[in-house]
C-alpha cells in the first residue's frame, strides 16, 4: 500500500514541476527533458535541449584526409599488375623451390 502512495506523490510533483516549464516557448525542434529525482529526494532542473544538438557520444570521430586517402588507395602501387609482372623462374630457383620442399617432407 505505501507504494502506490509514493508513486502517487512522486507523479504529482513532477507534474506539477513540467507545469511551469510547458508555458516557455519552445522554438521548432527544441525539447524539455523532465526533472529528475536525486537520491536524496530533490529534483534536478529540468534540461532543455536546442534544435539540432547531437550528444556527444553520437558525433562521427574526426578523421584526417590523409587518412581517408590510405583507406581508399589499393594495396599495390598504381599501374602494378601482378599478372603481367610475374617472371619465369629461374634454373637455380626451381633448384631452390625442390629443396625446400623435401626439406618440409624431411623435417
Given amino acids: 500500500m505505501g507504494s502506490t ?10 507534474s506539477c ?9 519552445l522554438k521548432e525542434g527544441e525539447r524539455i527533458v523532465a526533472p529528475t529525482r536525486r537520491p536524496d529526494g530533490t529534483l534536478r532542473k ?13 558525433v562521427a570521430i574526426y578523421q584526417s584526409k590523409g587518412a581517408l586517402l590510405r583507406r581508399g588507395m589499393p594495396e599495390v602501387p ?3 599488375d601482378p599478372l603481367v609482372e610475374s617472371k619465369p623462374k629461374t634454373k637455380s630457383a626451381k633448384r631452390n623451390e625442390r629443396r625446400k620442399e623435401k626439406k618440409q617432407q624431411m623435417g
Fill in 5 to 14: 502512495e509514493e508513486e502517487e506523490e512522486a507523479a504529482s510533483s513532477s
Fill in 17 to 25: 514541476t513540467m507545469d511551469k516549464y510547458e508555458g516557455l516557448t
Fill in 78 to 80: 598504381p599501374g602494378y
Fill in 46 to 58: 529540468p534540461i532543455r535541449i536546442r534544435a539540432g544538438y547531437v550528444p556527444q557520444e553520437e
